[in-house]
């Protein structure tokens, strides 16, 4: 391995949300933070270098995104998940987040409804309450540590207040990397009763098998004329603070409504610093990210045999993608309440609580294992501590 993951890098006193938040949102002191999805490794030389060389010209004004950016963009698309882009098709958004707001806002209207699969990412939630629509539940099915999508129950809830489903590809929690079959499924239901699907694609470089995941839009013409594509550098190369995404919209007309929700919202420019660290992750960042990934595996690896060995009441889901382990608590036999103050103050760990991740998430606690390794042995000596504790 080329790259130094091992080494702790202090970010404590760096504005931190993960590090310097953690006391204030979790109303405890002492925590080792492993919620929020961002990494505690430095990002690829390359980036540092782009950011530092923008920084030395020392001017900061209205920027642009130009060809080099699109071009890394594309061809990090191709190479990667073999799904050809067009350069007009690539949006602008800070985030994420950012998008499905925006997708709800310019796509329904107050009233309609969302169908999200939980346990998902909770702002799929909050985005589309806050915008003043309704969540539908279509629940996975979870069978031998891996979710499956239940098209039965999905046909069910669809009626004609339905405008958009938002899929979470591969699904965050539990790393499922979904087949083209599943897809396919997904898509043909949608689109039988129009239904546009927007489709979070942030966590698809994080795959521990290459090639395993199918972009959505990839899949059919039909599926990229009905469909938005979220996707960013963020997750992949640890660049959440530069505030840059790229949305892929093939349909014009979609695309338009989208980028008028943008220009409304005054937030379709980007900063000085968002599309160089871009254009040099996808440019020269693919050795980096593989050696991540190998470090994150092991680090998958370390915490399901330790469990499995010194505390079996709580059992690591196998991870096919992304760096967040989803672990069954469940056998502990406690609430979601007292399962929060368990981790909070017996283990002195904070963690994203499965309560918040919607239906079927309860029981279940997040943890970001995008960090050293003798941050996750800690961890886990902890967790184990204070489980052995309930029996004293």
Known sequence: ??????????????????????????????????WVADMDFKVPEAVSKAVEAKAAHGIFGYTTRDDGYYNSIISWMKTRHNWTVEREWICHSPGVVTALSLAVQAFTEPGDKVIVQPPVYYPFMSTTENNGREVVFNPLKEQDGRYSMDFDDLRAKIDG???????????????????????QTLGEICLEH??????DEIHSDLVFEQGSHVPFASISDEFADSSITCTAPSKTFNLAGLQTSNIIIPNAGLRAAFE???ARNSIGMPNSFGPVATEAAYTEGGDWLADVLDYVKGNVEFITGYFKEHVPALKVLPLEATYLAWIDCRELGMS?????????TEAHVALNQGKAFGPGGEGFVRMNLACSRSVVEKAARQIEEAVAGLDQ
């Open 260 to 262: 008028k929700e943008t």
């Open 336 to 344: 979601p309440e007292e399962l929060e103050s368990f981790f909070l």
């Open 1 to 34: 391995m080329k790259h130094d993951f091992d080494t702790v890098i202090d970010r404590m006193k760096t504005s931190s949300v993960k590090w310097d938040g953690a006391e204030a949102l979790f109303g405890a002191k002492d925590l080792l933070p492993l």
């Open 194 to 199: 129009g239904i546009l699907v927007i489709s």
């Open 161 to 183: 207040s339905v405008k958009l489903l938002m899929l979470c590809n591969p699904h965050n929690p539990g790393g499922t990397v979904w087949t083209k079959e599943d897809l």
